[in-house]
């Protein structure tokens, strides 16, 4: 199981665990994971989650910057090509480590790598 762990640090290019820990106590970001069982468009996220686009965004960036959504390659529509989001994760588990420094894993989503090159036609 620890294998799927991803252990964050304030150094390296792993989010820092005060990402994390302010995405998780975000009442908007805790309700797109909750909703983000599938890909879904920005557009998509803030009409299930009634919140204006502008908000949606800065949540979403604030999730994917925590390494809790994933942007998906983009569905083609058109000429433009939609960017889809995706909760990333199974399960999150905060301790200390062997320092006493608090840490966080996070559990990969088992199903990712299905949605990781998704590429559908709407």
Known sequence: MHSMSLEFSS???????EH????LDDDGC???I???EEPMTAHEVAEATDRPL???YRKLD?????GLVQEAVGVREG?????RYVANLDRISIGLDDDNELRVDVDRAANLGLWSN???EF
């Open 11 to 17: 150094s390296g290019d792993a989010p820092a665990f």
């Open 20 to 23: 994390v820990v302010a995405a």
């Open 30 to 32: 805790r309700e797109i």
């Open 34 to 36: 909750a909703i983000l």
């Open 54 to 56: 502008s908000t949606t």
């Open 62 to 66: 604030r999730l994917t910057e925590a």
């Open 79 to 83: 000429r433009h090509q939609k960017s």
């Open 118 to 120: 998704i590429q559908r």
